[in-house]
């Protein structure tokens, strides 16, 4: 049955009215929750770093990819086997080789290899890897040394973490390895808004 063509106006106005609520409805949501548990899609990065006693550097990331496929890759005491893995090379967005960036909701995983730098101020035969933050950290694969747990000279180490809250953290050795020890150290900065 056709509609009486004089009730079209009528139909026309209401179309427009659920439009306009549904349109302020998301405009005034995304005030009401603020993009805290994630800054859109999320990335899975891939941190490559070196661990050496301070004096000589320190922490140092050389370099960092997000992995384009959903599984990690193989990874053992050698270090990670990325033939074959699919993954897209960015730069850092600091310059001074410790700072991370990472947007809320990303994961990263991080591979830290432990480096003998047969300086005579080193006092240790390995390093530690430990994150504190404003929040409890999830761990999606592997796990953070438990306390007195090292990674020797010459081995790699890998935990991937999904950062869920924004803020400053700090990722440190734990292994008392040379006199600056306590200044072995780096930053991770999870907000939104970090490109790469
Ligand atoms: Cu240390």
Redesign the pocket.
């Known amino acids: 049955m056709q509609v009486p063509k004089r009730h079209l106006p009528v139909v026309g106005l209401l179309g427009l009215v659920v439009i306009a609520v549904a349109g302020g409805t998301v405009y005034y949501y995304q005030f009401l929750t603020p993009h805290q548990s994630s800054c859109g899609t999320p990335s899975h990065r891939l941190i490559f770093m070196t661990?050496e006693?301070?004096e000589v550097g320190g922490f140092k990331v050389y370099n960092t990819a997000f992995l384009n496929q959903t599984t990690l890759p193989a990874f053992n005491a050698s270090g990670p086997a990325l033939g074959g893995v699919n993954f897209k090379d960015y730069k850092p967005s600091s310059s001074d080789n410790k700072t991370i960036n990472v947007n809320v909701g990303d994961e990263v995983t991080f591979y830290v290899n432990a480096i003998d730098s047969k300086d005579s101020r080193q006092v240790?035969s390995s390093?530690?890897f430990q994150i504190s933050g404003p929040a409890t950290l999830a761990i999606v694969d592997g796990s953070l040394p438990a306390a007195g747990a090292t990674i020797p000279f010459g081995t790699w180490f890998s935990v991937t973490i999904r950062f869920d809250t924004a803020g400053a953290y700090i990722y440190?050795?734990?292994?008392?390895?040379?006199a600056q020890?306590?200044s072995?150290n780096g930053n991770i900065s999870v907000s939104c808004g970090t490109s790469v």
């Open positions: 661990a006693i301070q240790s390093h530690g440190f050795c734990t292994v008392v390895c040379s020890h306590g072995m």
